[in-house]
């Protein structure tokens, strides 16, 4: 069962220009694991951190460290939670991160699923 849905769109020439203006912004919204990858491969990780909080109700107090865009040896995207994300997540009945994310031209998208076998509410 669907229990959130979150999209997100990133215009990777004004993420780059957003991170040169507040270096800071790279250690706030990535993982160590994150940092040392270029801008474009940032902008759809912070496209799809953004989709992951929208589908749990972009919850006051997310911390950005706390939410991970890791990939397996193919190449595919998945969500690694813990921490205030993780909390999130179980208050809505996420079981499973469904993530797909695209560059195009200049522009990252990311759409996210979360499923749970019990509607948010009903645990």
């Known amino acids: 069962m669907i229990v959130g849905i979150g999209v ?3 215009d990777v ?3 780059r220009q957003q991170l040169e203006r507040t270096p ?5 919204l990535f ?3 994150e940092r040392h990858l270029n ?3 940032l902008a759809a990780r912070f496209a799809a951190k953004e989709a992951v909080a929208k589908a749990v109700g972009a919850p006051v107090g997310m911390n950005w460290q706390h939410c991970t865009i890791a990939v397996d040896e193919t190449g595919a995207p998945s969500v690694v939670v813990d921490g205030t994300v993780a909390d999130a997540a179980r208050a809505r009945g996420v079981e499973t991160w469904h993530l797909s ?4 031209g200049g522009l990252a998208t990311a759409m996210v ?3 749970g076998s019990t509607p948010a509410g009903r645990r």
Request: net charge negative.
């Open 113 to 115: 699923v979360a499923e």
């Open 13 to 15: 020439d004004r993420f």
């Open 8 to 10: 997100d769109v990133v």
């Open 31 to 33: 993982v160590p694991a």
């Open 24 to 28: 800071a912004l790279l250690e706030r």
């Open 101 to 104: 994310i695209s560059h195009d």
């Open 39 to 41: 801008t474009r491969s």
